[in-house]
């Protein structure tokens, strides 16, 4: 089935950055949606940011907009988040998730069918 791994985390200092990437494999069509995940601890998982795989449209978080990108690498089936301006509050274990329903793209982390393991993003103050 899909399989998913994330990678790029680490430890950075406010206003820094980090690009992180998710390889994806498995998929059986081309409609599907990648979307990002964060979870801080002894907080509920939040929706970052998610792109269409058919089309290339993208969907990002208020509190992240203007400062991370998503993007696509069709022929790797790799997709990437580019995080600027980084703060203490992005701190959270980030994951990319498979939405292979895909009738649309969206956060809603309910739609969203396989996960990957997450990789640890630190932003110190």
């Known amino acids: 089935e899909v399989h998913l791994v994330e990678s790029g985390g680490g430890l950075v200092q406010a206003g820094g950055s980090l690009r992180l990437s998710c390889e994806a494999s498995g998929f059986t069509q081309d409609d599907y949606v990648i979307g990002w995940f964060r979870q801080a601890p002894g907080k509920e998982r939040e929706g970052v940011s998610c792109?269409?795989?058919?089309?290339?449209?993208?969907f990002y978080a208020e509190s992240v907009k203007g400062r991370f990108t998503i993007s696509r690498d069709r022929s790797k089936h790799t997709v990437h988040l580019q995080m600027n301006s980084l703060k203490p509050d992005d701190t959270a274990v980030y994951y990319c998730?498979?939405?292979?329903?895909?009738?649309?793209?969206?956060?809603?982390?309910?739609?969203?069918?396989?996960w990957g393991q997450g990789t640890q993003v630190t932003v110190a103050s």
């Open positions: 792109i269409s795989a058919s089309d290339g449209g993208t």
């Open positions: 998730a498979a939405d292979v329903t895909a009738e649309d793209y969206d956060l809603y982390a309910n739609d969203y069918d396989y």
